[in-house]
């Protein structure tokens, strides 16, 4: 199954939920990292030759390639976490049939069984609030219908296609091998854009692991610190990330800084602090990079402070408040 294998890692590997695929037998031959993060473990190989099928599963793996081509089913149970408890977890199974035996594809999201969509606001939620909430949820929203419907039928189409290759003669597998990559691309497309409308890591980890991704993808040297160790509302979350990210291509692009240091402080407010050394433009809190940072701040009910100092750069400093907006549910914590 080497060859299965090595056609999977590709596919599964680029997907931005945890997955695996198991052998007929139903042990796990395959698993991507997100899956070995989701279920607490380090490396995905460590879940290698467990059982695959969560708890509750309702019956034996499908094993009609046919169904492969349609539209995954959801499922729910839990799966073992490495830390004891059982994980709820809601799944889709792609079957996959080969000559040499049966296998499937599991793909993953936790599940509360609540859907996130069925909150609702909290009659003393500020106005402000609620509009920032719903505006995270239609962010999510959108994240979610892409990753669990276009990326996994996508991923279904790759896996058929990349089993029929093995089956056809040349000049046939030659015209596949330009549809797996078409399709290939699609994917890539999809999850560039489901990063755009809410990174996963944000989902998955919240606010500080998301700016410490943040800060390597920049050409500079970009610092991240502060207190901030917890989970936050995911409208606070979802607004500062992006906030954070408009100030950091402000800086680097807009004022040519060669360090750039982000620390966000929490008590009873979020205190987010932006310092850059770049080239202060005189341009004031109306210029329009500073105008975008501040609708953002202003979205979260907060307040911005610039301070710009002519040969020593850009200090910008928001505080949010927190308390207005309900807490993250836990269908929040690992991506809904």
């Known amino acids: 199954m080497t ?3 090595d056609d999977l890692g590709h596919i599964l590997d680029v997907m931005q939920q945890p997955a695996w695929a198991v052998d007929a037998e139903h042990r796990v031959f395959h698993a991507n990292p997100l899956a ?3 279920l607490g473990h380090k490396r995905a190989t460590d ?3 467990m059982d695959g099928r969560p708890a509750e599963f309702p019956g034996p793996m499908p094993q009609s390639h046919a169904a492969a081509h349609t539209a995954p089913s959801r499922r729910r149970g839990t799966l073992p976490h490495a830390d004891g408890f059982r994980l709820p977890v809601e799944w889709s199974v792609v079957p996959l049939t080969r000559p040499s035996g049966g296998a499937a594809v599991y793909v993953f999201r936790a599940s509360t069984g609540v859907p996130v969509a069925a909150r609702e ?3 003393e939620e500020p106005a402000r609030a609620r509009g920032a909430g719903l505006d995270a949820d239609l962010h999510r929203g959108a994240a979610r219908t892409l990753q669990h419907g276009a990326q996994e039928r996508l991923t279904s ?3 058929g296609l990349n089993l029929l290759r093995e089956q056809v003669p040349p000049p046939a597998a030659g015209m596949l091998d330009h549809a797996i990559r078409d399709a290939e691309a699609a994917l890539g497309h999809v999850r560039e854009v489901t990063h755009e409308l809410y990174p996963g890591v944000l989902r998955l980890r919240g ?3 998301a700016l410490a991704v943040l800060a390597g993808q920049w050409p500079v040297s970009v610092g991240v610190s502060g207190n901030l160790r917890e989970r936050l509302p995911h409208a606070v979350e979802m607004h500062t990330y992006f906030l954070i990210r408009e100030a950091l291509g402000r800086a680097v692009h807009g004022s040519g ?3 750039v240091h982000v620390a966000t402080d929490f008590d009873l407010e979020l205190v987010v602090t932006v310092v850059d050394d770049g080239v202060a433009t005189g341009d004031g809190p109306d210029s329009a990079p500073l105008a975008a940072i501040a609708d953002r701040v202003a979205v979260l009910d907060g307040s911005l402070s610039v301070r710009q100092t002519v040969g020593e750069g850009t200090t910008l400093r928001a505080v949010i408040p927190v308390q207005a907006y309900t807490v993250p549910q836990e269908d929040d914590l690992y991506g809904g």
Request: glycine share 4%.
């Open 157 to 159: 189409l790759l896996l």
């Open 36 to 38: 070995a993060e989701f």
């Open 257 to 259: 800084a060669s360090t």
């Open 121 to 123: 606001p909290k009659e």
């Open 3 to 5: 060859s299965l294998a």
């Open 207 to 209: 606010l500080p692991a």
């Open 47 to 49: 879940l290698l030759g």
